[in-house]
């Protein structure tokens, strides 16, 4: 595979994904959050390459949430900001502080409590710099797991969509990752000599979408097309044949 095929075909699924589902306009302000996930990463260098290469004029801030965990390192987070060019912003919580303070008060999923803590700060963030899109590194297998996160732990029939709103159209979460696969996010990481940054959360091993994420997995080598036809079929649902 070479790196203009990557770049072409990676540069069209970005393009396809926000003008299909309108996530952005051009000259508009973007929050990019960061984890430092090999996902968030690709998404902030294709956000920033599609933007100057596009001549979009979009401002974007790349803005990583330090959760307050033990050794968590930012350094590495701050090195490939800049080595990008991109304005970014370190934010920090403490979650390990909230979470003792509030289990007491009974049995709280570790994981969840951390996703929308960092997501409030994201949201608190984007409020004082007056940006309504944040854009998140979600992608076709996240996708997938999550419909079966929420059809077996809170029998709901739902997932992520590209682009969702938050407290009446305040804020929306766009998803420009939306139908890229974890190859391809992989594959353009190594091309382009992306880091990942090792930050270890002392919850994973609680986290359910880890679970269903090995299930998933072992299902996907029994057939390559088994991925793409669940995302196929998220988006077939055929409500006659639904209670």
């Known amino acids: 595979m070479t790196e203009h095929w990557l770049y072409k075909t990676s540069h069209l699924l970005f393009k396809k994904v926000i003008e299909k589902y309108n996530l952005l306009e051009d000259g508009e302000k ?18 920033n390459s599609y933007n100057m290469r596009r001549y979009k004029n979009w401002n974007l801030l790349a803005v990583h949430i330090n959760p307050g965990f033990p050794n968590w390192n ?25 979470l003792a303070q509030i289990k007491t008060a009974g049995r709280i999923n570790s994981c ?14 984007a409020d004082k710099k007056g940006i309504k ?6 992608h076709l297998e996240d996708v997938n797991e999550t419909f079966f996160l929420n059809l077996m732990f ?5 997932t992520f969509v590209p682009k969702q709103d938050f407290f009446q159209q305040q804020f929306y979460i766009i ?30 091993k609680e986290s359910e979408r880890n679970h269903i994420r090995g299930f998933l997995t072992r299902i996907y080598k029994k057939n390559s097309r088994i991925k793409t036809n669940i995302f196929s079929g998220i988006n077939n649902i055929k409500v006659n044949f639904l209670p």
Do not use: W
């Open 30 to 47: 973007v929050l990019i959050g960061v984890s430092g996930g090999v996902d968030s990463m690709v998404l902030t260098h294709l956000f």
């Open 74 to 98: 930012t350094q590495n987070i701050i090195r490939f900001f800049e080595d990008v060019n991109i304005p970014y912003l370190i934010a920090s919580t403490n979650i390990p502080k909230k």
């Open 112 to 125: 969840f409590f951390c996703s929308r803590e960092r997501r409030k700060r994201l949201f608190e963030i």
């Open 133 to 138: 899109k944040i854009a998140l590194a979600h």
């Open 154 to 158: 809170t029998s709901k029939t739902a």
């Open 175 to 204: 998803r420009p990752l939306y139908n890229f696969d974890k190859e391809l996010v992989l594959r353009y990481a190594k091309t382009y000599g992306i880091p990942t940054i090792k930050n270890r959360c002392p919850y994973e």
